[in-house]
C-alpha cells in the first residue's frame, strides 16, 4: 500500500502505518487539548495507539489462522478508518474462510476477557456511551473498545469480518461467486447506510469507513468473478505476443528508447538462449536512471525471480501470482522455457471487457 512505511515485523508479516494514521493522532491531540490542555491531549493519543494496539493483534489473529491452511500474510497496514491484513488469497473452502474471519474478533474478546478479569476493567452501558472520556478508566475504556470492535466487524457488510462469514455461508448453496455477489451487494447496501450515519452525526471516520467498504466489497467482487472467469480461459489467450525484449548487457538508456518507441510499459530481459531473466518496468528504469545514470545496466534494476508459466496452463494460476503483487508481470514460455509472450494486469483488464461484451451481446 502506497505512503505506508514499517514499523514492525512479526512472524514473517510487515506491520506497517499509512501516513494518514497520523492525522488521526493530530486530530484526537487537538479535540482533548482543547477539552483538558497538554494532559489530556497526552492522554488522548496514548488511548488510541492503545486502540490500535489492539486492532493490530486483531489482524494477526486472521493472520495466523489463514497461516494455519498455507496462506501468508505479507503486510497489516495501519490506517486511521482500523487495520488491513493483507492475505495472498482467501481460503476458498467455506469452513476455512469462517475460522480465519472469525480468528480477529476472537482475539479482541480475548483482550476484553483478560482486561476485565485479569486487571479489574468494568464494563457497562453508560461507559460505551462515553468512550472519549479521560475521567473514566483507562483499562475499562479499552475493554468496551473492544467489544465494540467485535461487535462492529461482525456486521455482515462484506468484506468485513462479519461478511467474510456471510459469504462463506451462502457459498455452500449458491457456490462462491454467486455467494460473493449476493454479500458484496449487502455490504454496499449498509455501507450506503454508514455513509448515511456518518454525515447526520457528523462522525467522518464512518463516512470514511463507508467509502472503504463499498469500494472493498465492489473490488472484491470483481476479482473473484475475474478469478472464475480465469479458471476456463488458457494463458495463451490472454497473453501479450508483440512486444520488445532487452539483453543481459542492454542498459537504460537502450530501455528509455524502447519506451518512447513503443507502447510498452515493461520489459522483459532474455538471455542468448530466449530464457527470461527478468523484467525491467517503467518505473524501475526511471528511478534507476535518476539514481545512477542511463549507462547503468538493466540487470542492476530489473525484477528477478518472475513467475513462468506454460502456454498451454490455465490463467487462474497466473493471475493469482499477478494479484499477489510479487511481480509486475507474468512470463509465459514455451516447452523448451524460451518466452514467448507475458502476462500485466492491463491486458487482463482487457480481456475481461471484451468477454464480458461478447457475452452481454
Given at each position: 500500500?502506497?505512503?505506508?512505511f514499517?514499523i514492525a ?5 510487515d506491520?506497517?502505518?499509512h501516513?494518514?494514521f ?7 491531540a ?7 490542555g497538554?494532559?489530556a ?16 493483534l486483531?489482524e ?9 491452511y ?8 495501519l ?16 469452513s ?10 476472537l482475539?479482541?474478546?480475548?483482550i ?8 479489574g476493567?468494568t464494563?457497562?452501558a ?12 483507562f ?10 470492535l ?5 456486521i ?12 462463506a ?9 454467486r455467494a ?8 454496499q ?6 455513509g448515511f ?6 462522525n ?9 467498504v ?9 476479482a ?14 490472454a ?14 538508456a ?11 510499459h ?7 538462449s ?26 542492476e ?12 496452463g490455465?490463467l487462474?494460476?497466473a ?6 503483487g ?17 502476462i ?6 482487457e ?11
Amino acid at each position: 500500500m502506497q505512503w505506508s512505511f514499517p514499523i514492525a515485523r512479526v512472524a514473517g508479516t510487515d506491520i506497517r502505518v499509512h501516513v494518514t494514521f497520523f492525522l488521526l493522532l493530530a486530530w484526537f491531540a487537538i479535540i482533548h487539548f482543547q477539552a483538558g490542555g497538554q494532559a489530556a491531549a497526552i492522554e488522548g493519543v496514548i488511548f488510541i495507539i492503545a486502540i490500535f494496539a489492539c486492532v493490530v493483534l486483531h489482524e494477526l489473529g486472521h493472520a495466523l489462522a489463514a497461516r494455519r491452511y498455507g496462506i501468508a500474510t505479507p503486510r497489516i497496514t495501519l490506517l486511521p478508518i482500523g487495520g488491513v491484513a493483507e492475505l495472498e488469497r482467501m481460503p476458498e473452502k467455506p469452513s476455512q474462510e469462517i475460522v480465519v474471519a472469525l480468528a480477529g474478533p476472537l482475539v479482541n474478546v480475548i483482550i476484553a476477557a483478560i482486561l476485565i478479569y485479569g486487571f479489574g476493567a468494568t464494563l457497562n452501558a453508560e461507559l460505551l456511551a462515553t468512550l472519549e472520556n479521560p475521567a473514566r478508566s483507562f483499562l475499562s475504556r479499552l475493554a468496551a473498545v473492544n467489544i465494540v470492535l467485535v461487535v462492529f466487524n461482525l456486521i455482515p457488510a462484506f468484506p468485513m469480518d462479519g461478511g467474510r462469514v456471510l459469504r462463506a455461508l451462502l457459498s455452500i448453496p449458491y457456490g462462491r461467486v454467486r455467494a460473493t455477489d449476493i454479500a458484496a451487494r449487502t455490504g454496499q447496501v449498509l455501507a450506503f447506510f454508514f455513509g448515511f450515519l456518518g454525515l447526520v452525526s457528523g462522525n467522518v471516520l464512518l463516512v470514511f469507513v463507508a467509502i472503504f467498504v463499498y469500494l472493498a466489497a465492489s473490488g472484491e467482487a470483481m476479482a473473484v468473478t475475474l478469478q472464475d472467469i480465469a479458471r476456463s480461459v488458457r494463458v495463451r489467450d490472454a497473453m501479450i505476443t508483440r512486444f520488445e525484449t532487452l539483453g543481459p548487457r542492454s542498459t537504460l538508456a537502450d530501455a528509455a528508447d524502447l519506451l518512447l518507441a513503443t507502447a510498452q510499459h515493461e520489459f522483459p530481459v532474455v538471455d542468448g538462449s530466449g530464457s527470461l531473466r527478468g523484467v525491467l518496468t517503467r518505473e524501475d528504469m526511471v528511478a534507476g536512471i535518476a539514481r545512477s545514470g542511463r549507462e547503468t545496466p538493466v540487470m542492476e534494476v530489473m525484477a528477478r525471480d518472475v513467475p513462468v508459466v506454460r502456454a498451454d496452463g490455465m490463467l487462474d494460476q497466473a493471475l493469482k501470482s499477478l494479484q499477489s503483487g510479487r511481480a509486475p508481470v507474468i512470463g509465459v514460455a514455451d516447452a523448451g522455457g524460451r518466452l514467448v509472450g507475458y502476462i500485466n494486469r492491463e491486458n487482463i483488464g482487457e480481456l475481461m471487457m471484451v468477454r464480458s461484451a461478447v457475452e452481454g451481446g
